[in-house]
Every structure is written in C-alpha cells, then in structure tokens.
C-alpha cells in the first residue's frame, strides 16, 4: 500500500511539474507573438489634463532653416497652446543652436538637443525622434513630430488639438495621430517675398486631384506607445496601437486618403520661391534623388498642380471683410446685370412699348445697380491705404484670426518678453543648462516684426 501511495504521489506531482513546465514554454514562446511589439508600454508616461502645460510637445529636427524657427514657435506657443519645444540641432558642431540669436520664447519653454550621429540601421531624422522621446517623452502624453517648416492648423475653434487628444488618452488601440498636410506653392514668387511664410504664401495644392502630395501626413505620437520611427511621417507604435486620422480612421502608411482637413491640418511651406528653395536645395535641406534627381523640377512640376486657396493662416479679419464686401458687391453687380438684360427684353422688345420712359424704369434701376456697385467694388482696394490711416490695426493682425495675437501675447505675457541667445542645451522643466547660459534680450524688435500679419 505504501509502495502504490509513493507512486501515485510522484505520478501527481510530475504533472504538476509538466503543467508548470508547459505554462512557462507557452509564456515564452506564444505571448510575444500576439503582440506586434515584445518591448512593454511606457508606464512611465504621465496622465495630463489636456489643459496641462506640459500635455503635448513639439519635437524638431533642424539644421539650416533658422528664418522660419520663431514665427515656427510663436505660431505653435499662441494658437496651438504647445509650450515646450525641442529643437534637435543635426548640424555639425552644434552650429544652429550656438549661433541662433532670436528665439520669441524664453529658455523655459526651448530645449535645444544634440542628435547621435546616423547608423546604417537608422537615419539622423529618427535619431532625432527617438532622442527626443527617450529623453523627454516621460513628461509628456503626445508630442508632435515637426519640421520647422510645418505649421499645424486648428479649424474650429470648439475642438482644440489637446481636447481632441485627450479623447483618445484611454483608448489603447490607438498610438498616433496622423494629420493630413496642405503643401503650399510658390505663389508665382521668383525672388524671397517680403513677411512671413503664412502671410506671403497663401496658395496650396489642390487636395481633389490625383495623387495629391496633401495624402501625406505627420504624426502626433502617444508617447506611452512610441515605438520606434518607420519614416519621417509615420510611427510603429508598442501594443498593437494604430495611427488614426480626424475621423478615426486608420492610417496603415505615410498616406491617408480621403483628404480631410475639417477639424486640423500641417500647412507645409517646402516650396516658397525659386530663390529661396534654390538655396535650400544647395544646402542639402530637401531632397528626393528617387523621384526628382534635379529639385527644381519638382519646385517647376507643384506650380503647374492644381491650386486651391489656403490664406487661413494669413488672412486677418479686416481683410476678411473687406474681401467678403467686395466679392458681394460683384456678385450684386452681376445679378443687376442679368436682371436689366430680362428686363430690357420685356419692357421694351417684347411689348413694343410707346413710352420707354415710363416702362424702362426697373430696366434703369438695374443699369443704375450694375453699374455703380462695380464702380465700387473696384474702388475698394485702393480704399486699403485711406482706411489704415484712420484705422492702422483693422488690415492687421487680429486678435482673432490664425496669424494674429502674437503681438498681443507678446505685449501681455511678462514670461515671453524676452529671447533666448546662443547655446542653451537643457532640459524642459526649468530650462536649466548643460552646456552654458543662455543671455537675454529685450524681444520688442521681433514683436513688431510680428505684429505686421
């Protein structure tokens, strides 16, 4: 009896030591297969309100393009609310961040970032990236992927670009926001344009034709989930996550198609004049050898694309207003036009009147109508001069529209009124520095510049 107790005691316990055995081979070999991604969320990540300072950050590469860098911040810091930037400095020795002089931001909200160099396994554009969240994503829920010279857009002014984000913070099958971008033209412009991007380009390429470049899109990446770049505009994000679009819908590539910039859009001004890409082209700043061996001809082939207005980012209200009265008057005058030519076929051709005085009267209203109401329309852009001497703020930026409140902020906010100088490598908390302290200066100059959008 004690024999066949031993035996069925060892016999209970080998199958337990079996079942352990096999539970610990299926840990090891089956559950990493489930998930697109073996390394594990970062539990470090925070959980911000959206109105949270720190909630969303801008990560940017850059290593030539220093004229568009401070209307690049103060658009972002007043009409997208973001107030922590890491600009990632590829060029050689640190030039851009030792020799940038004028930031409209001070150090607190600027955080300048060496890159590693380049590998064969990964490029200097997603060292950047993933420099800037292995260093700083622990801080923040999402930070948006930027070159210098994109420029998000909200359209509505009920659905900020954090509240919408904010929407998504629980839901774990999505990783990214992908943003469909407008690629501004040149706007006929051969020589560098007076102003800024937003307020000189304001001509996009058409989103309905085919193959439109606005299928692109950049990311915003959640940052428990940041994987790991698969190119400049899309992220493979951890735990099976997606990137999605406004709608919801499933961004598979670095396309998203249809088109749709109802709720956001990334104003990419890549082109500008033919001086100015020429020289960015020289420069090494873009480049597509695949497609376009020689970059002027694409700067040539996106001027013959079908266009489409974009002026959202430039257009301030006075103007809107003036534009609006004087496509309505020449739509007035237009149906004036109509309406005295049916007049004069009834009143005087067909009823063979005897008293044209008498019966042309609503033929003469309209004359008068057409007439005097395209005398005005095409007197109101001259207007323009009389109106800014009496009024020199309605034609300018407002405190409303896309392109305006810089001045006001810069005017009202004590924490912006000064500009960061020279090298000011740090982190984003403090704006404490690494390597050197940053010199302040009074931002006024830059305020004006701003002020004229």
């Excluded at 999605?244 to 590539?253: H, N």
């Amino acid at each position: 009896m004690n024999t066949a107790s031993t035996a069925f005691r060892l016999l209970v316990l080998l199958c337990v030591l079996v079942m352990i055995l096999l539970s610990l081979l299926s840990f090891t070999f089956i559950s990493p297969r489930k998930t697109l991604h073996a390394t594990p969320i970062n539990l470090n990540a925070p959980s911000l309100k959206p109105t949270d300072p720190m909630y969303l950050a801008a990560c940017v590469p850059m290593s030539k393009d220093l004229a568009t860098l401070p209307e690049f911040i103060l658009h972002h810091y007043v009409h997208i609310g973001i107030q922590r930037f890491y600009l990632v400095d590829q060029s050689e020795e640190g030039g851009v961040s030792n020799h940038y002089h004028e930031l409209p931001l001070n150090a607190s909200y600027i955080t300048w970032l060496g890159t590693p160099p380049a590998t064969d396994n990964e490029t200097a554009q997603f060292a950047a990236y993933n420099a800037c969240q292995s260093r700083y994503g622990g801080l923040h829920a999402w930070i948006a992927y930027l070159d210098v010279d994109e420029f998000i857009e909200q359209k509505r002014k009920d659905v900020t670009l954090q509240s919408f984000l904010h929407s998504m913070d629980k839901n774990a099958t999505v990783g990214a926001l992908g943003i469909n971008m407008l690629l501004h033209t040149n706007n006929s412009h051969i020589l560098k344009p007076e102003g800024t991007l937003r307020a000189a380009f304001t001509e996009c390429v058409s989103s309905d034709m085919d193959k439109s470049p606005n299928a692109h899109i950049k990311s915003i990446v959640k940052t428990k989930y940041y994987e790991k770049p698969r190119t400049d505009h899309n992220f493979i994000t951890k735990s099976e996550s997606l990137t999605v679009g406004e709608k919801g819908d499933k961004v598979p590539f670095i396309f998203r198609r249809p088109i749709t910039t109802d709720l956001f859009a990334i104003h990419h001004y890549a082109i500008r004049s033919r001086e100015q890409f020429n020289v960015r082209v020289k420069n090494g700043e873009v480049e597509e050898p695949r497609t376009f061996p020689n970059m002027m001809d694409w700067w040539d082939a996106v001027g013959k694309m079908p266009k489409m207005k974009c002026d959202r980012l430039a257009l301030p209200l006075g103007q809107k207003i003036i534009t609006a009265i004087l496509l309505s008057l020449g739509a007035i005058a237009c149906v004036a036009s109509i309406l005295r030519l049916r007049e004069l076929q009834r009143s005087l051709i067909t009823t063979h009147s005897t008293d044209p005085t008498y019966d042309a009267l609503a033929y003469g209203i309209y004359s008068v109508l057409e007439q005097n109401l395209g005398a005005i329309a095409a007197s109101l852009p001259p207007i323009k001069a009389l109106i800014q001497r009496r009024w020199p703020n309605f034609l300018k930026a407002d405190r409303g529209s896309m392109a305006g409140r810089e001045d006001e902020q810069l005017r009202t906010a004590p924490e912006m009124a000064h500009t960061s100088k020279g090298s000011s490598f740090g982190t984003a908390a403090d704006g404490n520095l690494e390597n050197g302290v940053p010199h302040i200066t009074d931002i006024q100059p830059l305020s004006r510049v701003y002020s004229t959008l």
